[in-house]
Every structure is written in structure tokens, then in C-alpha cells.
């Protein structure tokens, strides 16, 4: 396979009955994305041509069989299944996930094997994809599952990156989740993504509180005060540019956010509520601190809109040149740093 010098994005097609399919082909019905990268949809030319029908968009795809057939110049279609399958625009199906779970599926081992480079996820359903061979709240467990590394969600716009130190985990879970080792490892991951993967050398990061006001000196909570705030404070003893706590409602409000070049918010809502709020739309979802790049927009399968050509790909869009630029600020640190030189 001529690989040729362009970027492979590998792409998970998601919920067969969701807008994922028509953000991607709404993405490159744009001729010059194929000028910065060669696509590679893992699903089926027929699941692909459906939804071309449905929507009335019109983009050719190349149906392959296998990825040494790749085609730089195309959009690739990558079969995995030859089947007929129902698809049922705006509903959730056991059969719209179980074909979700094997476009991932595959499209992570190839990542896994770099025939692709980058994977692109468009969205999942969380409850019908669920079976013995995907048992996770969501992508970023799954990928951390089958990759190396400790991952990181972080949503990001070009003047926000937000990381998560708890995840998909109840509310009731997130205080007796957060400890110091756990402040340190997500910490220590935004970090390093910060440097490697968008080239910023001494990164600035926020840490956010987790009781409102940051606990009021133990009044509202004491985990501000005795876990979160000494360990900010052992970390920036080592030289680290970190900060905090700081009471969520107070920080965006005054877009303190601005001043920060990532910010740890502490649970689920406290980081992604504020963000969408923020973002306009265009928000993305990247999977830091393992050791292949993910990106996924930053919204979910949209079934009260799916088959009626109203969803915005501005968001996938992004989360595209978002893995671009990540895959070269990252090339290009592993080149810097293989073989640096020593000073005698």
C-alpha cells in the first residue's frame, strides 16, 4: 500500500440510526478535505449509500475490501459486513449498536497495527452498544481498554481544553473517587499531552474545586481544603505550572478559563456544562494520554433529527483537523526528543 505522505484518519461510523454518517459525508463533501487527509470509513458501502439516499447527499465513496486497497484520492469505505441491515433512522436498535460496536471494533485494531493513523468516532449510543464485548460507559474506557496509556478526556475548542479527573461515574461516586494519586495521574497527563501534542512548553493548568466555593474553608466540604488543594500544591512544588483550586462558577464566569492553557475539572457536568456553553457547536472530544490519537465531535447520536439532513458537521469537522494537528505536533516531538542532543 503507497501510504503516500497524507494522513490516514480511520472512522467509526457510530450508530447506524444516528446523524453520524451524514456529518461524515457532509465533512468531505467539501473536495479539499481529501487534500489533507485520506478518509477510511469502517461499515459497509451499503449502510454508506442508504444514508446517501435518505439525506439526498450526494459523495462518492470507493467500497474496499481490504485496507491495502486504500485510495488517496477517495473516500474509502472499508466492508466489514456484506449484509443487508435494518436501519431505522432515530431509533435506538439492538442491531443499529451491535454494528456500531464492529465498525469500532475494527477500526481500533487497525489503528492498533497503524494502517490507519488517526481514529475519528462518530457518536455511539451508550446503552445499545453494550454487550460482553463492549462493557464501558463510553469510548474513552473502551479505547483506554485497548490501548496503552492512561487516558484523559479533554474537550477542547481553540482557546479551551478541559480535562476530566472523574468521568462517566455517578455523582454520588465522584468525592470518594478523587484522590491525591488520582489529581497527580490526570495532571500529569494533561501535562504531557499539553507539550507533545500541541506543542506548548510550559503548559498552565487550572485545577477546579469540587464543593461550591471550593468548600468555604470546610464549611460546604472538607475534600477542597484537605485532599484537592495540598495536592495542587505538592505538584507545583516539582516546577509544574499548576493552580487551585478554583470555584467553577467564578472561573468561567470571569473567563479566568483564559488565563490557563488546560483546566481539570473535577466531575462530568462541572467540566462539560461550561463547555458547551462555550464552544458554539464546534467543541471536540480528544482522548489523551494513550498511545494512539483519538478525536470524536462533541455531540451525541441525534435521533430526533436523524434522516433529515438538519445535523451541523461543524463539530466533526473539527474533531478532523483536530487529529491532523495533533498527529504532526506529535511526529514532530517524537523526532525532537528520540535522539536529542547531548551537551558535552
Same mark, same amino acid.
Given at each position: 500500500m503507497d501510504k503516500s505522505n497524507k494522513i490516514v484518519v480511520g472512522i467509526s461510523i457510530g450508530d447506524l440510526n444516528g446523524i453520524g454518517i451524514e456529518v461524515i459525508l457532509k465533512t468531505f463533501q467539501d473536495k479539499r478535505m481529501l487534500d489533507f487527509c485520506t478518509p477510511v470509513l469502517f461499515g459497509a458501502t451499503k449502510t454508506i449509500s442508504y444514508h446517501k439516499k435518505a439525506l439526498g447527499i450526494e459523495v462518492p465513496v470507493q467500497g474496499i475490501n481490504s485496507i491495502k486497497q486504500? *485510495?488517496? &484520492?477517495?473516500i474509502n469505505v472499508l466492508n466489514l459486513w456484506k449484509e443487508d441491515v435494518k436501519i431505522e433512522l432515530g431509533k435506538a436498535t439492538e442491531v443499529s449498536g451491535q454494528y456500531a460496536a464492529k465498525s469500532l471494533a475494527a477500526a481500533i485494531e487497525h489503528l492498533k497495527d497503524t494502517t490507519i493513523d488517526v481514529l475519528l468516532t462518530a457518536p455511539i449510543n451508550k446503552e445499545n452498544i453494550q454487550s460482553d464485548a463492549f462493557n464501558f460507559p463510553g469510548h474513552? %474506557?473502551? +479505547? %483506554? $481498554? *485497548? +490501548? $496503552?496509556?492512561? &487516558? +484523559?478526556?479533554?474537550?477542547m475548542t481553540d482557546e479551551l481544553r478541559i480535562g476530566l479527573i472523574t468521568g462517566h461515574i455517578p455523582i454520588s461516586k465522584v468525592a470518594e473517587t478523587i484522590t491525591p494519586e488520582l489529581i497527580k495521574n490526570k495532571v500529569e497527563t494533561m501535562h504531557a499531552s499539553l507539550i507533545q501534542d500541541f506543542g506548548i512548553s510550559k503548559p498552565k493548568i487550572a485545577v477546579l474545586g469540587l464543593n461550591p466555593h471550593c468548600g468555604d474553608h470546610g464549611v460546604i466540604g472538607k475534600e477542597d481544603d484537605e485532599i484537592i488543594k495540598p495536592t495542587v500544591n505538592e505538584i507545583a512544588a516539582t516546577g509544574k505550572l499548576v493552580f487551585g483550586p478554583y470555584a467553577a462558577d467564578g472561573f468561567f464566569g470571569s473567563e479566568t478559563y483564559k488565563q490557563f492553557d488546560g483546566v481539570l475539572a473535577t466531575y462530568h457536568d462541572q467540566g462539560l456544562a461550561p463547555f458547551k456553553a462555550l464552544s458554539f457547536g464546534k467543541g471536540v472530544n480528544f482522548t489523551a494520554g494513550l498511545s494512539h490519537i483519538r478525536t470524536s465531535p462533541d455531540h451525541g447520536t441525534g435521533y430526533d433529527i436523524a434522516g433529515k439532513n438538519q445535523a451541523n458537521p461543524s463539530s466533526f469537522q473539527e474533531a478532523l483537523f483536530t487529529a491532523l494537528q495533533v498527529f504532526k505536533a506529535r511526529t514532530e516531538y517524537k523526532s525532537l526528543t528520540e535522539k536529542p542532543l547531548v551537551v558535552k
Amino acid at each position: 500500500m503507497d501510504k503516500s505522505n497524507k494522513i490516514v484518519v480511520g472512522i467509526s461510523i457510530g450508530d447506524l440510526n444516528g446523524i453520524g454518517i451524514e456529518v461524515i459525508l457532509k465533512t468531505f463533501q467539501d473536495k479539499r478535505m481529501l487534500d489533507f487527509c485520506t478518509p477510511v470509513l469502517f461499515g459497509a458501502t451499503k449502510t454508506i449509500s442508504y444514508h446517501k439516499k435518505a439525506l439526498g447527499i450526494e459523495v462518492p465513496v470507493q467500497g474496499i475490501n481490504s485496507i491495502k486497497q486504500i *485510495n488517496h &484520492s477517495k473516500i474509502n469505505v472499508l466492508n466489514l459486513w456484506k449484509e443487508d441491515v435494518k436501519i431505522e433512522l432515530g431509533k435506538a436498535t439492538e442491531v443499529s449498536g451491535q454494528y456500531a460496536a464492529k465498525s469500532l471494533a475494527a477500526a481500533i485494531e487497525h489503528l492498533k497495527d497503524t494502517t490507519i493513523d488517526v481514529l475519528l468516532t462518530a457518536p455511539i449510543n451508550k446503552e445499545n452498544i453494550q454487550s460482553d464485548a463492549f462493557n464501558f460507559p463510553g469510548h474513552t %474506557e473502551y +479505547l %483506554e $481498554a *485497548n +490501548l $496503552a496509556g492512561d &487516558s +484523559l478526556m479533554i474537550l477542547m475548542t481553540d482557546e479551551l481544553r478541559i480535562g476530566l479527573i472523574t468521568g462517566h461515574i455517578p455523582i454520588s461516586k465522584v468525592a470518594e473517587t478523587i484522590t491525591p494519586e488520582l489529581i497527580k495521574n490526570k495532571v500529569e497527563t494533561m501535562h504531557a499531552s499539553l507539550i507533545q501534542d500541541f506543542g506548548i512548553s510550559k503548559p498552565k493548568i487550572a485545577v477546579l474545586g469540587l464543593n461550591p466555593h471550593c468548600g468555604d474553608h470546610g464549611v460546604i466540604g472538607k475534600e477542597d481544603d484537605e485532599i484537592i488543594k495540598p495536592t495542587v500544591n505538592e505538584i507545583a512544588a516539582t516546577g509544574k505550572l499548576v493552580f487551585g483550586p478554583y470555584a467553577a462558577d467564578g472561573f468561567f464566569g470571569s473567563e479566568t478559563y483564559k488565563q490557563f492553557d488546560g483546566v481539570l475539572a473535577t466531575y462530568h457536568d462541572q467540566g462539560l456544562a461550561p463547555f458547551k456553553a462555550l464552544s458554539f457547536g464546534k467543541g471536540v472530544n480528544f482522548t489523551a494520554g494513550l498511545s494512539h490519537i483519538r478525536t470524536s465531535p462533541d455531540h451525541g447520536t441525534g435521533y430526533d433529527i436523524a434522516g433529515k439532513n438538519q445535523a451541523n458537521p461543524s463539530s466533526f469537522q473539527e474533531a478532523l483537523f483536530t487529529a491532523l494537528q495533533v498527529f504532526k505536533a506529535r511526529t514532530e516531538y517524537k523526532s525532537l526528543t528520540e535522539k536529542p542532543l547531548v551537551v558535552k
